[in-house]
């Protein structure tokens, strides 16, 4: 139930998949937003500040599910899927993790280039490792932005797939990652 098992995923699994993307959304919806506010927005500070606690927080859940994937395996693949599918769909989930990672490693060489920690929704503080190099803001902020925009059209790519295979293949692939049991 709470472990995957050789033909589902278990609780942990699906549970982290499905808050990092809600987390991975409203991250990318909030950066979006957030660099077109005015000095005399409202949400000229509170929105950078939200958007870096969620981003903290999607990167203890990332750790967390790297870590849980490490100790407990992904499901074998469906005997319908294609040897092509089943090398694509580890290149993407691959990359998803290492962009992901490269987005959340560069949002903290953005957020802390001035040495200031990041406050998380003013609870904790992740403390700053200060400048690492010249031009860490702006460096870190263009490969913060593209590396987003990468992924997000990852990320389509890969609900796409699963799409295709609930609504035109007709397997248990987005199924097993939603907890609904195949009825024959």
């Not at 089943?86 to 691959?94: D, E």
């Not at 560069?106 to 700053?128: Q, W």
């Not at 031009?135 to 990852?154: E, K, M, N, P, S």
Request: glycine share 6%; hydrophobic share 50%.
């Amino acid at each position: 139930m709470f472990k995957n098992t050789q033909s589902r995923y278990g609780i942990v699994s699906i549970a982290l998949h499905w808050l990092s993307a809600i987390a991975v959304l409203v991250l990318f919806a909030l950066g979006v937003w957030m660099v077109e506010l005015t000095y005399y927005s409202p949400w000229y500070k509170q929105a950078p500040d939200l958007h870096k606690s969620i981003g903290v927080l999607l990167l203890v859940a990332t750790l967390c599910r790297l870590l849980w994937r490490g100790f407990n395996p992904a499901p074998k693949a469906l005997t319908e899927h294609k040897k092509w599918e089943q090398v694509s769909a580890a290149i993407v989930h691959r990359l998803l993790y290492l962009l992901l990672i490269a987005i959340l490693i560069t949002g903290y060489l953005i957020s802390t280039a001035d040495g200031r920690a990041i406050g998380v929704f003013s609870l904790v503080e992740l403390p700053s490792l200060g400048r690492l190099f010249e031009g860490q803001a702006d460096i870190a902020g263009w490969l913060h932005q593209y590396l987003a925009y990468g992924f997000i059209a990852l990320v389509s790519l890969h609900a796409l797939g699963a799409i295709k295979h609930h609504l035109i293949d007709r397997d248990a692939t987005l199924k097993r990652m939603l907890n609904i049991k195949e009825t024959q």
